[in-house]
């Protein structure tokens, strides 16, 4: 007997009669192929029950985002295991193209820093040999710096590449924002291309947020939907 999801009323169509012919024997082979459809359709309604539990705990305005037929479509998709590995490919580039643009950006105000850093210990400088006061040029250098956590840009120089910074800093985290835009739209293609439902390339801020649950999802289902021998 065929197990259905109470939610889907799809069945995963069969290749052979189950009701083998009177004058017939049922082959092993035929059997064998019972039992397959068996758990093939138990699989279904594991994954329709596990996708419907996942959807109650978001928030309703993306339970409504997410309707049963999306699911049961989903669910169906997931009978090939082959898109767990795709989903987990997917997540394994992201965090490696996030970590390496933080690691730039990381760079980038380190680089600020010492460019401000150097300014600020030549004015320092200059400004005790000036007085005479050779001895206290590091001295004059920690207070200089000091002063400028509360009070920055003491002088023009100083202001115009805080300035710069600041602007370089921007452009740098558009352009990251640009990369990382992109490489959500790589997703939404390989996804698509795929077959997953729910997935195509937008750039709606909404639709977007119902395909991040879907990910989570299946990124979830990953982790519990296994053979014994597969644990």
């Known amino acids: 007997m065929s197990v259905e999801s109470p939610q889907c009323s799809g069945r995963i169509s069969s290749n ?3 009701v083998a012919d009177s ?7 035929a059997m064998a ?14 994954l329709n029950e596990q996708l419907q539990k996942m959807v109650k705990e978001l928030p309703r305005k993306y339970q409504q985002r997410i309707p049963n037929e999306l699911l049961c479509e989903l669910a169906e998709c997931l009978l090939d295991k082959t898109l767990y590995s795709i989903v987990k490919e997917l997540t394994d580039i992201q965090h490696v193209t996030e970590k390496q643009m933080f690691q730039k950006r990381l760079e980038m105000i380190n680089k600020h820093s010492g460019e401000y850093a150097a300014i600020a210990s030549s004015e320092a400088y200059t400004s005790a040999i000036g007085r005479g006061r050779q001895h206290n040029v590091v001295i004059g250098i920690q207070k200089l710096l000091k ?14 590449l805080q300035a710069e910074h600041r602007k370089n800093l921007r452009e740098f985290d558009k352009k990251i924002v640009t990369e990382l835009d992109e490489k959500r739209r790589e997703q939404q293609n390989t996804l698509h291309m795929a077959g997953v439902p729910g997935f195509d390339i937008t750039d709606d801020a909404s639709r977007i947020q119902v395909q991040i649950r879907l990910c989570d999802f299946i990124i979830r289902l990953s982790q519990i939907d296994k053979k014994p021998d597969e644990v």
């Open 16 to 18: 052979y009669s189950l």
């Open 33 to 46: 192929a019972s039992d397959n459809q068996n758990e093939t359709q138990s699989r279904l309604y594991f």
């Open 23 to 29: 004058n017939e024997i049922p082959s092993v082979s």
């Open 147 to 160: 002063s400028d956590l509360v009070e920055p840009g003491k002088t023009e120089t100083r202001l115009k």
